[in-house]
């Protein structure tokens, strides 16, 4: 057996997500090392700009959506084209927040892209069911992340919020990245399995 972490069983590269040919040709190259994908999560995000929506010019917010929804539809489409190619299912995990179906002031490129990632994956699960697909828009809670971060160091003029996420750190109550991955394994191949396409970890 392969040692864990090994050439044999990990395969690493930088790739841009808004560019789709880059995507796809990421998935033939993980498919013809290890065979069919089972599993695709998509999960490169931004957070920039935070500030009140009439302060963020249109090229700040395409950047952003090309980002955090091209890059997901890109790699959706990478996902679903494999899995029309070869014989079985596969489960896509698109990385949502509750961002999507709460609005926070300062966050309107946020709110909007990933609102526009939860519609994208219900309308795909319903597209790609008769090909095997499982999709999930999956809110993973709140995790000390380097975005985590980024939030703490606003201004409250642009995200009247922050004072919430200094004191989430101060509690340490954030969710842990071994718990997240955890219920997300337990959502695709555990007992945890639902019917509904937009999921929140933190219920």
Same mark, same amino acid.
């Given at each position: 057996?392969?040692?864990? @972490?090994?050439? /044999?069983?990990?395969?690493?590269?930088?790739?841009?997500? &808004?560019?789709?040919?880059?995507?796809?040709?990421?998935?033939?190259?993980?498919?013809?090392?290890?065979? #069919? !994908?089972?599993?695709?999560?998509?999960?490169?995000?931004?957070?920039? +700009?935070?500030?009140?929506? $009439?302060?963020?010019?249109?090229?700040?917010?395409?950047?952003?959506?090309?980002?955090?929804?091209?890059?997901?539809?890109?790699?959706? $489409?990478?996902?679903?084209?494999?899995?029309?190619?070869?014989?079985?299912?596969?489960?896509?995990?698109?990385?949502?927040?509750?961002?999507? $179906?709460?609005?926070?002031?300062?966050?309107? #490129?946020?709110?909007? @892209?990933?609102?526009?990632?939860?519609?994208?994956?219900?309308?795909?699960?319903? /597209?790609?069911?008769?090909?095997?697909?499982?999709?999930?828009?999956?809110?993973?809670?709140?995790?000390?992340?380097?975005?985590?971060?980024?939030?703490?160091?606003?201004?409250?003029?642009?995200? +009247? &919020?922050? /004072? !919430?996420? $200094?004191?989430?750190?101060?509690?340490?109550?954030?969710?842990?990245?071994?718990?997240?991955?955890? @219920?997300?394994?337990?959502?695709?191949? @555990?007992?945890?399995?639902?019917? /509904?396409?937009? !999921?929140?970890?933190?219920?």
């Amino acid at each position: 057996m392969p040692a864990e @972490g090994s050439a /044999e069983t990990v395969y690493r590269e930088a790739v841009d997500v &808004t560019d789709a040919d880059a995507v796809e040709h990421f998935g033939r190259r993980v498919a013809e090392k290890f065979g #069919a !994908i089972d599993l695709w999560i998509n999960n490169a995000g931004v957070l920039e +700009p935070i500030r009140p929506v $009439r302060g963020v010019s249109a090229d700040e917010l395409r950047h952003h959506l090309d980002v955090n929804v091209v890059g997901v539809l890109n790699g959706t $489409r990478a996902f679903v084209d494999h899995l029309r190619g070869r014989e079985g299912g596969g489960v896509l995990v698109n990385i949502s927040s509750g961002a999507a $179906r709460n609005a926070y002031e300062g966050w309107g #490129a946020y709110c909007a @892209g990933k609102a526009a990632v939860d519609r994208l994956t219900e309308v795909v699960a319903l /597209e790609e069911a008769e090909s095997g697909l499982k999709a999930y828009a999956l809110a993973p809670g709140v995790v000390d992340t380097d975005m985590q971060e980024l939030i703490r160091q606003q201004e409250a003029e642009d995200f +009247p &919020t922050v /004072e !919430i996420f $200094r004191q989430m750190k101060e509690d340490d109550s954030f969710s842990s990245m071994d718990d997240v991955a955890k @219920g997300m394994l337990d959502l695709v191949f @555990g007992n945890d399995a639902r019917d /509904e396409v937009l !999921i929140d970890l933190r219920r």
